[in-house]
């Protein structure tokens, strides 16, 4: 089976512009959940989306948002974008999300001017 | 204190060693907890989930976990150069939704 995947792998923005990151699951797999990496915070949760419902939401700002298709791929869109944005964005995939186990895709790295 | 702690490190230890990386959580109601690797400059990559009580296998892998002291670890026998990156623990809390409370991470430096 072919693993998570994500694009883009690398993107240059600039403040005040919105971004839009794609994340297809492994197939057959329902769950996505979204992280955000940065070396000062580690790895933090953003969402979850389960059958195109976003099953549980981190402690971000409403400028970061997502959603899923009927195919199970996801989407997260970060508008507005500020400084301490950069950061490599990771998504992961499950069978049906709860305490299964995540595989994680490359992650898309954003750096934000 | 923070839902889930490991010592930042690093942990050096010499090629054929054990090494033994710690982690401890907050949340007695936590059901699941995955020890990932992360190489510098990639994802992080499953190395093994525990669920119940006790040890679990997995080749030169040994996870433990003790929910009464709220613990666990990964043991890594016959450590190899290759081992050397970044061990991440992961604890999911509610088990209904796939929300991973990750640690900062413990750097691990293996010497030949």
């Known amino acids: 089976k072919a693993g998570v995947t994500q694009t883009p792998r690398y993107l240059i923005k600039t403040r005040g512009q919105q971004v839009t990151l794609s994340c297809s699951p492994i197939?057959?797999?329902?769950?996505v959940s979204w992280y955000q990496q940065t070396p000062g915070q580690g790895l933090q949760f953003l969402f979850e989306y389960f059958s195109e419902t976003q099953r549980n939401k981190g402690n971000f700002p409403g400028r970061f948002s997502g959603r899923q298709f009927s195919n199970s791929r996801s989407e997260m869109n970060v508008s507005t974008l500020e400084l301490g944005d950069s950061a490599l964005y990771l998504c992961?995939?499950?069978?049906?999300?709860?305490?299964?186990?995540?595989?994680f895709g490359p992650g898309t790295r954003l750096l934000v001017l | 204190q923070k839902e889930v702690e490991q010592n930042s490190g690093p942990l050096s230890v010499p090629e054929g060693a054990i090494a033994s990386l710690n982690c401890t959580y907050s949340d007695r109601g936590s059901q699941s907890f995955f020890w990932y690797r992360q190489y510098s400059g990639k994802s992080p990559e499953l190395i093994m989930s525990?669920?119940?009580?006790g040890d679990k296998e997995d080749g030169r892998f040994t996870a433990q976990l003790n929910k009464a002291s709220q613990y666990v670890s990964l043991l890594i026998r016959d450590s190899q150069p290759s081992d050397s990156a970044t061990y991440l623990c992961a604890v999911n809390r509610s088990g209904n939704t796939g929300k991973l409370i990750f640690g900062q991470g413990t750097t691990l430096q293996v010497k030949p």
């Open positions: 525990i669920y119940s009580n």
């Open positions: 197939s057959g797999h329902r769950s």
């Open positions: 992961a995939s499950s069978s049906q999300g709860g305490k299964e186990t995540q595989y």
